[in-house]
């Protein structure tokens, strides 16, 4: 019951935000393509500025699943790093642990990516590590717990079972499926990062 309440409200913000969130999110979207509530199908006003770049900040922390203050705490970090802030921002998130758990194929959504790293499942160059939003370094070796190796769902992940509908894996990762490893092999570019997102709004959204 809980699993599909969750899945219903990810729907939900799934077809809010317009885009898709999950593969089963994506599923939900094929039959409505449009907002939910009952003026969903209802043509919209033309939204603000405000509203636009709020909706593309949302977008993006819906996508890495996390909190307003890990958002912003980004951000700052990504306005004070050389370079362009927006990619800077995308690149920093998508270097979570959780993140390149889901882009090595372990899980199938972000969700089930977090909730692996706080059951203590994974591990960094041989240690475990139980914080999501862990930064993971170039040359580092993600892998899972030998004892967690004979999980159903990291079995299932190991077959490459969610290899149909995770996007192809990134060229910064190196991964070997089978043996459930993966190295990042150095920092993430933007234009290889599989998130959907026009960062320079979210710059403007925080810049305001």
């Known amino acids: 019951m809980a699993n599909n309440t969750r899945a219903r409200r990810t729907a939900r913000l799934s ?7 999950t593969p089963k999110a994506a599923k ?6 449009y907002g939910p509530g009952e003026h969903g199908r209802a043509r919209k006003k033309q939204d603000s500025d ?11 922390r819906a996508q890495y699943g996390i909190r307003e203050a890990q958002m912003t705490r980004a951000f700052e970090e990504a306005r004070r790093t050389k370079g362009l802030t927006g990619e ?7 270097m979570r642990l959780d993140a390149l758990v889901l882009r090595a194929g372990f899980a199938r959504t972000i969700a089930q990516a977090r909730q692996l790293v706080v059951h203590r499942h994974i591990m ?14 170039e040359g580092q070796l993600v892998h899972v717990h030998s004892r967690s190796e004979t999980m159903v769902p990291l079995q299932v992940a190991a077959a490459g079972a969610h290899r149909d509908v995770l996007p192809q894996v990134p060229a910064y990762l ?11 092999v150095r920092r993430p570019k933007r234009s290889e990062v599989p998130v959907t997102c026009e960062e320079q709004l979210v710059v403007e959204f925080y810049a305001r």
Not at 28 to 33: I, N, S
Not at 174 to 184: E, P
């Open 15 to 21: 077809r809010a935000l317009g885009i898709a969130l």
């Open 28 to 33: 939900y979207m094929e039959r409505r393509p």
């Open 50 to 60: 405000y509203a636009v770049r709020l909706r593309e900040k949302q977008r993006l």
């Open 88 to 94: 800077n921002l995308i690149e920093l998130l998508e």
């Open 124 to 137: 960094v160059d041989g240690i475990r590590v139980d914080r999501p939003s862990f930064r993971v370094g």
């Open 174 to 184: 190196d991964v070997k499926l089978d043996a459930l490893q993966a190295r990042l």
